[in-house]
């Protein structure tokens, strides 16, 4: 009786012994589980921020990019408006260089047929064969005239047309100085817009 009342007693304690390994089987498993599903939820949660900060870094870089572009274009603009006033100024001095020497050659033309008979009209008076056969005070007048008045009133129109060919030349020499910046200027604007036209079209890809 000893025996089987002891005997029990083991199977009760194995039995007790293996549902105690069972329930730490399980809870093994259970932990095992939640620790799984916590790494899956912390990988869950890692790959939405991580998507998330794609989406943000995506939408910052476009920001920059609008912003580029429209950076680009305004200053694309402004260069070329500029571009566009530098270039009617030139075209302006142009115009007014070509009325000018047009003018310049008019006077040196002019100055020229005034030295002439200014020259002419001195060596008239002073060759006294023209006046061989005259004689008394109309004489004298007249010479005087001649070689005075006239002679002196052409030399005054020549140095008054000088003055003015001076200026025509001195202006002449402002404008195509004036030109010669704006011709650079306006090469250097193509060379922006250009550079600007390609960034744009980059920015556009």
Request: with cysteine; charged share 40%.
């Amino acid at each position: 009786m000893a025996r089987v009342k002891s005997s029990m007693q083991r199977q009760e304690q194995a039995r007790q012994e293996q549902e105690r390994r069972e329930q730490e089987r399980r809870e093994q498993e259970r932990r095992e589980q939640e620790r799984r599903e916590q790494e899956r939820r912390e990988q869950e949660r890692r790959e939405q921020e991580r998507r998330e900060q794609e989406r943000r870094e995506q939408e910052r870089r476009e920001q920059e990019r609008r912003a580029q572009l429209a950076a680009a274009e305004s200053e694309k603009s402004q260069h070329e408006n500029t571009k566009n006033q530098k270039q009617s100024k030139y075209n302006a001095n142009s115009e007014k260089i070509r009325r000018l020497k047009a003018v310049k050659s008019n006077l040196e033309t002019q100055k020229g047929i005034a030295d002439q008979h200014c020259k002419g009209i001195k060596n008239y008076g002073e060759n006294a064969d023209n006046f061989k056969d005259w004689y008394g005070n109309m004489y004298t007048k007249t010479l005087g005239c001649i070689s005075g008045e006239i002679v002196l009133q052409y030399k005054d129109y020549v140095r008054r047309v000088d003055e003015v060919l001076d200026a025509v030349c001195n202006e002449i020499t402002r404008l195509e100085n004036e030109n010669m910046q704006l011709h650079g200027d306006i090469l250097h604007l193509a060379s922006l817009i250009n550079s600007l036209i390609n960034k744009i079209r980059t920015l556009t890809n």
